[in-house]
């Protein structure tokens, strides 16, 4: 499984790639965050095309992942300019229809890979479709987003109501490699993280975000190595990850029943 961290941090971007972490995200999402999601405690990263630049020269065994906005009268510019800086992903998050995944298909032109970021209802019911379209080389399910367009009180009815296992089954069948969510340090989170990894090893899962708890709250790289050893973090997920592997579907079946138990009582207590 790959790991991803979002950081515009040249010397976390190295400790990151340092301690095993796959990919080092740049986040020039903006447009419309703020509006969907100012009322919740979410990051809103204020990166910039230049930190595509900073942290390219830091890496060389972790790529350079792009999320860029979602498809508006800038993109060309705004694409174009992420790859010439040395992005070898390009996310798009944000899209409802297959006219705005062709074209950031089309402005990429087999320049850098495809990572489509399905957070809409309309993409979710269209996904048929949008997966017909060639060029994809990755889907990401956002949890947040998603749960946020279909009025859902927790992202994680959606793996409990079987939202993110009836999209992944179909983009298995395209042979699509996906990810979905993000995860906290092992034995973390309000749906503890060793279930949540055994989701993805359940439904075949290749590619995880490591949540802001990787970070720990620190302001500098010195700060966070007090805090947390990173390496060390990324093992301890990386042996769960092949314990897992060793589980039969029953079992993996038992942990998914238990996230549906969690997410139940959630949403009760929410209520009450």
Do not use: W
């Not at 419309?32 to 990263?45: A, C, M, N, P, Y």
């Not at 705005?100 to 489509?116: H, P, W």
């Not at 479709?129 to 946020?148: A, S, T």
């Not at 990787?214 to 042996?239: P, T």
């Amino acid at each position: 499984m790959e790991f991803i961290s979002i950081t515009n941090d040249p010397e976390l971007a190295q400790y990151a790639q340092d301690s095993g972490v796959d990919r080092i995200m740049i986040d020039l999402e903006y447009l419309g965050k703020r509006e969907r999601q100012g009322h919740l405690d979410t990051v809103i990263s204020g990166h910039s095309l230049q930190d595509i630049n900073r942290v390219r020269n830091v890496l060389h065994n972790s790529k350079l992942q792009v999320r860029v906005n979602p498809i508006h009268s800038g993109s060309e510019r705004e694409i174009n300019e992420a790859i010439s800086r040395g992005a070898d992903i390009i996310m798009l998050p944000m899209f409802k229809t297959c006219r705005e995944v062709a074209r950031f298909i089309l402005i990429i032109n087999g320049r850098a890979a495809v990572s489509l970021l399905l957070e809409t209802s309309q993409a979710l019911v269209r996904v048929d479709d949008i997966l017909r379209i060639d060029g994809i080389d990755e889907v990401y399910i956002g949890l947040n987003d998603l749960h946020l367009s279909m009025g859902l009180d927790f992202m994680f009815e959606l793996l409990s109501g079987g939202i993110v296992e009836y999209v992944t089954t179909k983009i298995k069948k395209k042979g699509i490699r996906f990810g979905f969510g993000g995860i906290s340090r092992l034995g973390g989170g309000v749906v503890d993280s060793s279930l949540v990894l055994s989701e993805h090893i359940r439904l075949g899962s290749q590619i995880v975000i490591l949540s802001r708890d990787f970070h720990a709250g620190a302001r500098s790289l010195d700060e966070l190595k007090v805090l947390i050893n990173l390496e060390d973090e990324i093992k301890k997920i990386r042996s769960y990850i092949s314990y897992l592997s060793g589980l039969s579907e029953k079992e993996l079946l038992c942990n998914s029943e238990k996230i549906s138990h969690i997410v139940s009582e959630y949403i009760g207590n929410r209520g009450t």
